[in-house]
């Protein structure tokens, strides 16, 4: 199993104590998604400090306020460590209003060129106020006029309405620990859609954790509960989608 989203330097406990449990629990690759300068310096060397371990680096919408040439010229520098299997990640998000969206914009369409011109995955967070979908559309149009036929993962799916629309672009679609809650019946329904090669899984721990283990502060380890959810909606082994999403992230990330 792999883990495609995680933020393990937020995670409770040392790194070396939550990759022994995510191994434990059958996980071999994690993809670790720094968020600013600092904890992108962070995940990369973690991720020379552990294989099982990769790095993604961006800047995060919500932190979007005073990206500039000097925060663009950082993540392509870090970019260039071999770990680094991403960047992001990035996007808008129009729920919460920590970063203005202008700021957003200028991060984004900064970091799809950086991921454009390096041939790198661009890691897409999306957030809208409940009802609303301005930030989704507005990632699409803006990837599909700035991403051509890069790669890019569409994090945390939670766009059931537009989950044909990405397959259609061949984008990636990401389900985290909420698409095992009683009533995310869409998201659900939308997981058992996603073409076959276009599949992950992950934790975003410690955020989301899966249904079967609310109350606990997530880690990667409990990406297999996520699974075992996703499988069972796409009438699948959970040994099947294991298979499935390991070669997807093998393809997509490299490792």
Not at 108 to 123: C, D, K, N, S, T
Not at 213 to 238: I, L
Not at 246 to 253: E, R
């Amino acid at each position: 199993m792999i883990d495609s989203h995680t933020h393990l330097f937020l995670c409770e406990g040392s790194e070396e104590e939550l990759l022994a449990a995510a191994g434990a629990a059958g996980v071999e690759r994690l993809l670790n998604i720094g968020l600013d300068e600092e904890t992108n310096a962070g995940v990369v060397a973690a991720a020379e400090r552990y294989p099982a371990l990769f790095a993604c680096v961006g800047r995060h919408p919500n932190d979007a306020e005073g990206f500039d040439d000097e925060a663009a010229a950082a993540i392509t520098r870090l970019a260039g460590d071999e770990k680094v299997r991403a960047i992001g990640e990035t996007g808008l998000d129009f729920y919460r209003d920590t970063a203005s969206p202008d700021a957003q914009r200028r991060a984004f369409a900064a970091q799809v060129e950086i991921g454009v011109e390096l041939g790198l995955p661009i890691v897409i967070h999306a957030r809208d106020p409940d009802g609303e979908s301005a930030a989704i559309d507005e990632i699409f149009a803006t990837l599909d006029a700035r991403a051509g036929d890069n790669p890019v993962v569409l994090h945390c799916f939670s766009a059931p309405q537009r989950v044909a629309d990405a397959a259609e672009r061949g984008w990636f679609c990401s389900f985290a620990g909420n698409v095992t809650y009683p009533r995310s019946e869409e998201l659900r329904a939308a997981a058992a859609q996603v073409p076959a090669d276009r599949i992950l899984v992950e934790t975003d721990a410690p955020f989301l954790s899966p249904q079967a283990v609310r109350g606990k502060r997530n880690q990667p380890a409990f990406v297999v509960e996520t699974a075992k959810v996703v499988a069972e909606v796409r009438g699948v082994s959970y040994e099947e989608l294991e298979a499935t999403v390991a070669a997807n992230a093998a393809s997509l990330f490299g490792w």
